[in-house]
């Protein structure tokens, strides 16, 4: 799992997903039985808080960028779960940015929940990576119902756990 970057709490202990939005991340993998704790890798493409928990700027971005790349390649993941905009953007720049004149990133929703590949270096394997929500944006956006990002991130991690059985049934290992 990699997110954008750490909340207060994350920076504080040094650790991803541990705040309110870690809390409802653990709690939908335990859901789709995922154990975060042996399951999961979980990291941010920033490593340190933006100040004001604002959006990291492209600079930090590319600066940490290198960090979470070598992370996913020693981790070597059968699947990546890409959460929020800045995120996707960074490790998917291919899939975000709309074709023609424009050069403007799509909007997260007109990508979330299509599978990419993510190529971990160049030249290497690529890994299946979904792109959903960050859990944040769920908690600031409590409505519920078929279309609520609560659901679509659920869809999503239901999604992840469909192809992570999926790739343990071919290695033989279920």
Not at 96 to 106: I, K, P
Request: charged share 25%; proline share 10%; net charge neutral.
């Amino acid at each position: 799992v990699v997110g954008e970057a750490p909340g207060a709490e994350e920076d504080r202990l040094g650790v991803p997903f541990v705040g309110p939005s870690g809390q409802l991340l653990d709690k939908a993998l335990r859901a789709a039985g995922f154990d975060p704790a042996s399951h999961c890798y979980v990291t941010n493409v920033v490593k340190r808080r933006p100040p004001n928990n604002r959006n990291p700027t492209p600079e930090e971005v590319a600066f940490f960028l290198p960090f979470v790349q070598e992370e996913l390649r020693l981790v070597d993941p059968w699947v990546v779960l890409v959460m929020g905009g800045v995120a996707a953007r960074a490790l998917l720049p291919e899939a975000v940015t709309r074709s023609g004149t424009s050069g403007r990133d799509l909007p997260l929703r007109a990508f979330r929940g299509q599978w990419q590949q993510l190529s971990l270096w160049p030249g290497g394997a690529e890994v299946p990576t979904l792109v959903s929500y960050h859990p944040s944006y769920v908690l600031r956006n409590p409505q519920r119902g078929p279309d609520s990002p609560a659901r679509k991130v659920w869809d999503d991690i239901r999604e992840v756990r469909r192809a992570v059985d999926e790739r343990a049934r071919l290695e033989g290992l279920t």
